[in-house]
């Protein structure tokens, strides 16, 4: 079974994702690190030296790789989407069809309090009412995940609890 999660920057895709991959004894994968690994370079450093649409071709390589090999390889997997892979239409529907697709939503602020500190390596988030415009255009898309975890005010051992749940009961 292939799992991923989506959402907004600073929802907690990693940190769950982590968490719920131990309790369920499967693999993790974290999108982002992988594209890192792939390129040699940080997300921020292949923005900068080759733009926003180099980047998405590459995460949508990445993943559509990732689901290949585990479903040739037959093992189970939790992938940590990056906050923008949804909205990426060529691979949207290979998500929705090939992996359990959970929506952890955060509200906006909840997500920049998480990410307080770290602006410079999210290229992204210029400004306040860029994550905003960020934040609403992508909502449409995370929508169409199966599952939605509502996060606000949960801790991470709570979030992956009810994503573990979740989990059990579409099996």
Same mark, same amino acid.
């Not at 940190?15 to 921020?44: N, P």
């Not at 939605?148 to 979030?159: A, E, L």
């Given at each position: 079974?292939?799992?991923?999660?989506?959402?907004?920057?600073? &929802?907690?895709?990693?940190?769950?994702?982590?968490?719920?991959?131990?309790?369920?004894?499967?693999?993790?994968?974290?999108?982002?690190?992988?594209?890192?690994?792939?390129?040699?370079?940080?997300?921020?450093?292949?923005?900068?030296?080759?733009?926003?649409?180099?980047?998405?071709?590459?995460?949508?390589? &990445?993943?559509?790789?990732?689901?290949?090999?585990?479903?040739?390889?037959?093992? @189970?997997?939790?992938?940590?989407?990056?906050?923008?892979?949804?909205?990426?239409?060529?691979?949207?529907?290979?998500?929705?069809?090939?992996?359990? &697709?959970?929506?952890?939503?955060?509200?906006?602020?909840? &997500?920049?309090?998480?990410?307080?500190?770290?602006? @410079?390596?999210?290229?992204?988030?210029?400004?306040?009412?860029?994550?905003?415009?960020?934040?609403?255009?992508?909502?449409?898309?995370?929508?169409?995940?199966?599952?939605?975890?509502?996060?606000?005010?949960?801790?991470?051992?709570?979030?992956?609890?009810?994503?573990?749940?979740?989990?059990?009961?579409?099996?």
């Amino acid at each position: 079974m292939i799992v991923s999660l989506t959402g907004f920057m600073g &929802c907690g895709k990693s940190t769950v994702g982590r968490a719920l991959a131990e309790k369920l004894g499967w693999e993790f994968v974290d999108l982002d690190a992988y594209v890192e690994h792939k390129k040699g370079f940080s997300i921020r450093e292949i923005f900068e030296r080759e733009g926003e649409e180099s980047f998405r071709a590459v995460e949508s390589e &990445c993943i559509r790789d990732i689901i290949v090999m585990h479903q040739i390889a037959g093992g @189970d997997v939790v992938i940590a989407l990056g906050g923008g892979t949804l909205s990426i239409h060529s691979v949207q529907p290979i998500i929705l069809e090939q992996t359990v &697709c959970i929506w952890l939503r955060r509200s906006l602020r909840s &997500c920049l309090e998480e990410i307080a500190g770290e602006e @410079d390596s999210r290229p992204l988030l210029r400004s306040i009412p860029a994550a905003e415009t960020l934040f609403v255009s992508r909502e449409a898309d995370y929508s169409k995940a199966g599952i939605i975890i509502d996060c606000d005010g949960k801790t991470y051992d709570r979030i992956t609890e009810e994503a573990f749940s979740s989990i059990k009961a579409s099996r």
